[in-house]
Nanobody, 123 residues
């Protein structure tokens, strides 16, 4: 069982930066692939980024590539999402998720989810 708690959301102006954190419980964090997803008002939840247990070859949605960076610290059981050059269209609730196995952009394949953290980007 893995419990995930996101933090770091808030209100930021367009062009600004935020770093989201996702703290995980459990002794086997370093065996899980981790993902970030987001859901804007009135829209489906969508994939943002994912990272392997080894932190090699992360995957990104095209909409955030070059602006967002996913990373993890297995010693701290934490995954991060560094967001830069934020745009109003990045406004959403951001969720982290965990799964055993390889990374994927398919949310249905993630076993564990956090409660989400709100990111609001003003124009």
């Amino acid at each position: 069982q893995v419990q995930l708690v996101e933090s770091g959301g808030g209100l930021v102006q367009a062009g600004g930066s935020l770093r989201l954190s996702c703290a995980a419980s459990g002794r086997t964090f370093n065996t899980y692939a981790m993902g970030w997803f987001r859901q804007a008002p009135g829209k489906e939840r969508e994939f943002v980024a994912a990272i392997r247990w080894s932190a090699s070859s992360p995957s990104y949605a095209d909409s955030v590539k070059g602006r967002f960076t996913i990373s993890r610290d297995n010693a701290k059981n934490t995954v991060y999402l560094q967001m830069t050059s934020l745009k109003p269209e990045d406004t959403a609730v951001y969720y982290c998720a965990a799964r055993t196995g390889s990374i994927t952009s398919l949310e249905t394949l993630y076993n564990y989810w956090g409660q989400g953290t709100q990111v609001t980007v003003s124009s």
